[in-house]
């Protein structure tokens, strides 16, 4: 979509995201990205600058009510034509009610817990609370055009620093384009190794250190441009979480 106040809707499993861009530039086809998760190799030209609103509704458990409000605000600027950098704030809200299982099978009924959810928290009453989550920088460097190379390619660094972890991910970034670059075609592979606080607020151990854990995962994605300014795509991803780095969890 080359427009400067662009909406697009994308849903990954039980997440529906809504993204809102304003693009602060007088050149509205300074940057597009047709895909909701999965990061193409299109960047903001050097010199120009673009703010995102990220809104990731997750909603619904096997019972109760279960709703996450994931909110991301984005800067990003181009440093150069292939060199880019941006910075998030990362917030969230949660709302849980008996959704989180108190025996396996759920044969022992429901309580209040799960993700999002303190250890300390009443399991028998409703959790509500919304929480400061983290700010991240973004670096993403252009190695290949999709539209000047047989492939696009770009590797993509990110620190995270939150009041409860800290997290660094790396990203390679593939991209190839056909019939006039109006089908986009897009490969992420990705490796994040975090270290979350140890509290009981949080459901751990209750003292200063962290605990490492890692994850590893990619996304593929397909988009075709099917008239001026709209898109039809789908994406899959593919997510697995490693204990101390090296565990496989699941």
Known sequence: MNISYLTRLGCLASGIAIIVTCALVQDARAHESPFAFTYTTDLTPKGKSEFEQWVTWRRGKAHGDFDILDLREEIEYGITDNFQASLYVNHSYHDAYQSFPASPGGKGGWVTGGEG????????????????DSISTEIIWRLLSPYKDPLGLALYLEPEVGTDSVEIEAKILLQKNFIDDRFVIALNINYGLGWDKEDPEFGTKGD????????????????YRFAPRWSFGAEFWNHHEFADAREHEH
């Not at 959810?117 to 400061?132: D, E, L, S, W």
Request: aromatic share 18%; no cysteine; charged share 20%.
């Open 208 to 223: 200063s250190t962290r605990a490492r854990d890692s994850h590893f995962e990619w996304f593929a994605a397909a988009s």
């Open 117 to 132: 959810v303190p250890a300390n928290h009443n399991p028998k009453t409703r959790f509500r609370q919304y929480h400061f």
